[in-house]
């Protein structure tokens, strides 16, 4: 049986978004929106790095894309990159459901 490079590209999404911190990750942006890092590994009870690390990997494969903001409004102000997902999740995920059946 002969891959097709589109199937394998489908593939390589799956297992990017299939990783355990990542899933989580993606799952907590779903629900919750633009989060900043130290936000997301206090969320998840990761540290700071390995959250970084796997947001990265997701922003290297498209499906995370970030800007800075000011976080809380307050004294002092402080500007954080914040991570949202891309509509590449969705469209990767059923992607490759489909290419299950």
Same mark, same amino acid.
């Given at each position: 049986m002969k891959v097709e490079r589109k199937e394998m590209e489908e593939f390589? /999404?799956?297992y990017v978004l299939s990783h355990p911190v990542r899933a $989580?990750?993606?799952k907590l942006l779903k629900k919750? /929106? $633009?989060m900043y890092t130290s936000k997301i590994a206090k969320t998840l009870d990761? @540290?700071?790095r390995l959250i970084a690390f796997h947001l990265s990997m997701l922003a290297s494969a498209g499906f995370v894309e970030s800007n800075y903001?000011?976080?809380n409004p307050g004294t002092p102000p402080r500007i954080a990159r #914040? #991570? @949202?997902?891309t509509d590449k999740v969705d469209k990767t995920l059923a992607e490759f459901m489909a290419s299950m059946k």
């Open positions: 390589e /999404g799956a $989580a990750i993606t919750e /929106g $633009a990761f @540290s700071d903001q000011l976080t #914040y #991570y @949202s997902l």
